[in-house]
């Protein structure tokens, strides 16, 4: 779809709320994020009872919105939710990942484009974290291939500076990864776990879920993430 305005009329999407503002006058404004139609703005009029859509406009809720596009606005109309994952509100790590994950999203995908690559992306994290992947190891991979969809992901190969491959490891610094030679100060990592940030963004869905769980069992990994994880949040 286009970034420009919808022919009136009515719509049928699958998505899921990003924000919502609540107006006491003008209702909600909620920027749901759905198939085909990207991250747009909907009006929910003031007029709607509050239990009027049930829990489809909570956070972590994915459902099927009916929409109506006006000359003026598009307005949501109903929900049908399909599934939730509330059940992050019992692991306090998964849920608070999830929270930040839609809240990078919100900042990062263009508002009124198709992004239907991203969305499937959002919608695996939120099943990794439901099925126990570790919340660190999965906010690494999607904020990795957040970056990397819109062309910003730094290597993990290659050094940013003079682009040799990493014989010897490499350095987390402000500019990016870079070899211990272009380095001057940062947090080095070792050539394991180099192999390991490679396996984190590059296995399958099913894979991934599998060897992430191990990481957190073997406790490999995990606690150089808790700090590469708030490094990648902030190159944006």
């Not at 003008?26 to 990207?38: A, D, T, Y």
């Not at 006006?70 to 999830?98: G, H, I, M, N, W």
């Not at 904020?143 to 819109?150: A, Y």
């Not at 990481?215 to 949040?233: A, G, H, T, W």
Request: aromatic letters at 10%; hydrophobic letters at 40%; glycine letters at 8%.
């Amino acid at each position: 779809m286009t970034p420009e305005r919808l022919p009136q009329g009515y719509y049928k999407k699958t998505g899921t709320v990003l924000l919502r503002r609540d107006a006491s006058r003008e209702g909600q404004s909620l920027l749901i994020f759905m198939r085909e139609f990207g991250a747009r703005w909907v009006g929910a009029p003031a007029a709607s009872s509050k239990n009027r859509f049930g829990g489809g406009t909570e956070p972590l809720v994915w459902g099927e919105f009916s929409l109506y596009q006006s000359p003026t606005k598009l307005y949501l109309q109903s929900v049908e939710v399909k599934e939730d994952f509330l059940c992050l509100r019992t692991d306090a790590a998964a849920l608070l990942c999830a929270l930040r994950l839609y809240k990078l999203t919100a900042k990062e995908t263009p508002v009124d484009c198709e992004n239907d690559a991203l969305l499937r992306m959002l919608w695996s994290a939120l099943v990794q974290l439901k099925e126990k992947a570790p919340a660190h190891i999965t906010e690494f991979r999607y904020t990795w291939k957040l970056m990397n969809l819109f062309g910003i992901a730094p290597s993990l190969d290659l050094c940013s500076d003079c682009g040799r491959l990493f014989s010897e490891g490499a350095v987390f610094t402000g500019e990016g990864l870079l070899c211990p030679s272009c380095a001057r100060g940062g947090s080095p990592v070792t050539q394991q776990e180099l192999a390991e940030l490679r396996l984190a963004v590059a296995l399958s869905h099913e894979n991934f879920i599998l060897w992430a769980r191990g990481q957190c069992e073997k406790n490999l990994f995990i606690n150089n993430l808790k700090k590469l994880s708030p490094f990648f949040r902030n190159m944006r």
